[in-house]
């Protein structure tokens, strides 16, 4: 009966480079995300806040099984989970304005519009694109 769940919050966590990065319009990105995890499978997500909204949800990454994009990102953004370098870096093409952001790289999903307490530990450094116009 019943799972048992131990809680390893010194051992997972999420590593994202510190700083923006700038990039142009039109062109693509790539944000770092390294992970450890004490668990034998690996569940990444990535989440896109803009302004004072919640994170919306972009993707998911599993080392078992393929994850999914959310509608509207399948085009642009992609990220491949590299167990063995436990990286799942978010790639962006064709730069917008509109992917001016903060990007969050999690472990656990964040229920939109509900980050509570939990997920605290999860969320790195702000890792945000900005755009030069030229």
Do not use: M
Not at 101 to 112: E, I, K
């Amino acid at each position: 009966g019943g799972k048992w769940y131990s809680n390893h919050t010194q051992q997972d966590n999420v590593l994202q480079p510190e700083g923006d990065v700038t990039a142009a319009e039109r062109e693509a990105v790539t944000l770092d995300c390294q992970y450890n995890t004490s668990s034998s499978n690996d569940y990444l997500f990535w989440y896109k806040q803009d302004g004072d909204n919640s994170p919306k949800f972009i993707l998911s990454r599993f080392k078992f099984g393929t994850g999914n994009t959310e509608d509207g990102y399948k085009e642009r953004f992609s990220s491949t989970l590299n167990p063995t370098l436990r990286s799942v870096p978010l790639e962006i093409q064709k730069l917008q304005l509109s992917d001016s952001a903060v990007y969050y790289c999690a472990l656990q999903p964040t229920v939109t519009g509900n980050t509570k307490t939990l997920y605290k530990n999860l969320w790195s450094k702000d890792n945000a694109i900005l755009h030069n116009i030229h």
